[in-house]
């Protein structure tokens, strides 16, 4: 990919997206970079990269990468800006863009069928429920039609956009 192909309104839908705007302030000093647990441990993982390719308006590169999915969300790389750019927002904006691109790892489809399906990430039946009622807890409900909406999905029997029944 040469440099002219890149997407140049790809920065701005970043920072457009609830904590994408510290990517406009980031000048890639590489602070969050040296700070950064994951990077300390996986080499491939560089935060200045991200930015960098994300600024470059190289959309498919960054939204593909499974590197954006491995963030342990520790804020080491905000405390030592200093620019004050919270890189773990701007990178949870990423990834909101690479989900609603189809790009969103397999265990986070697995996770949003889940919560389709039941409205839970783990199951709870009549046992669990038994035991919930012999300890004094109520019973949990599945209610998936919270989750289908929060997902962009329609509850079953109806189509998107359609109301509650």
Known sequence: MRLNDGDPGFKHQVAAEPGGAGLKACFACAACTARCPV???LPEYDP?????????GRREEVLASPLIWRCSACYSCAEVCPQQVRFTDVLTAIKNLAARAGCAPPAARAGASLLAKHGRLLPVGEFE???????????VEERPQDFQRLLGMAPEGREPGEGPA
């Open 48 to 56: 200045r990269r991200i930015i960098r390719l994300t600024l470059l």
């Open 39 to 41: 990077a300390g441990h």
């Open 129 to 139: 429920n038994e035991k919930r009622a012999k300890l004094g807890l109520p019973a």
